[in-house]
């Protein structure tokens, strides 16, 4: 009996033996199922994605280089005469930025607060600025509708967003060698509406002295760069690298859809741009210029975003993202029934 028993118990120690190898190996293989290990350190957090990857993609025969921005470029629409014999006379140029394909956008403008003839006894002259369109049949459009209304300038950079900056440039040569007398230039967007008669009267107001070195607009100060696109639909387009840029601020700029310099500046600004480091955010890289220049732009409530400007009991002047000839129409006639 006793040689039985041992034998027994030595079998049950055995069955057990191999049952606490199975358990183990099987908690072995489901590591959620075993206790964390305190001691091991938690790896490290990955740093998020940079949208800001640098992107030359839509970056077209750009001249940019570390060094300037040469603006190698040649213009194949033109109307050098837009000005007249003689610019003296004229008060205000203005320059809106476009695209080719935005033909209805323009003809807007010019049958509203763009047409030339809208401030009694005040010259105004009105130009479009285009970059170059690859489609051979939007081209052929484009030089029609100048031949009709001879307004439109254009350079043999490809239109792309991220050559803005080479169409405002474009802009400041041109009021430069065509316009160069003209008292005011006003930049701006054909998505901008602008309170022809708000405008005209504030500049007309301005003494000799507030009238050089004068830049003004919505003026930004402090404002950052993106680094980390969190609104991708928005926010990735204006991403800028350390390679991109590097330092931490922008100077003080004004926005882009809409801002007035003196004939004073013009060429200066012209010119020291091709000494500045080409940024595709144009009015950023308009306020880089004006830094290096040593031109503070003065900030003037009246631009603005997002707002009515179609009263002229208010001073309000110029207003963003009208983007179909249907609002910049009802805009303008909202404009007249008031004033």
Known sequence: MVRISLK???????????????????LRRRPNLRRPDLRRPKPPQQEPRDECERDDSSISNSTSNAEGNPHNYTLILNNPGKCGVTDDDVFLLVMVTSTPGNRKQRLAIRNTWGNETNV??????????????????????????NGVYKDIIQEDFVESYRNLTLKTVMCLKWASEFCPNAKFILKTDDDTFVNIFNLVHHLEGLN?????????????????????????????????????????????YPGGN????????????????????????????????????????????????????????????????LKTPGAMVKAWKDLIHSC
């Open 8 to 26: 027994l118990v030595v079998k049950m120690i055995f069955t057990l033996g191999i049952m606490a190898g199975s358990v183990y190996i099987f």
């Open 120 to 145: 009694k006894g005040t010259i105004i002259r009105t130009v479009f600025a285009v970059g170059l369109t690859q489609d051979a049949k939007m081209q052929g459009d484009l030089e029609q509708e």
């Open 208 to 252: 000799a002295t507030q009238a050089r070195r004068f830049v003004t607009g919505h003026v930004y100060t402090l404002a950052k760069p993106v680094r980390h696109a969190k609104n991708k639909q928005r926010e990735v387009q204006w991403c800028l690298t350390k390679r991109d840029y590097p330092r931490d601020s922008f100077p003080p």
């Open 258 to 321: 809409a801002y007035v310099i003196s004939n004073d500046v013009t060429r200066l600004i012209y010119e020291v741009s091709l000494t500045v480091r080409y940024l595709f955010i144009e009015d950023v890289y308009l306020g880089l210029c004006l830094e290096k220049l040593g031109i503070d732009p003065v900030h003037e409530g009246g631009f603005v975003s997002w707002k009515d400007v179609q009263s002229c009991k208010d001073k309000k002047i110029a207003s963003h993202w």
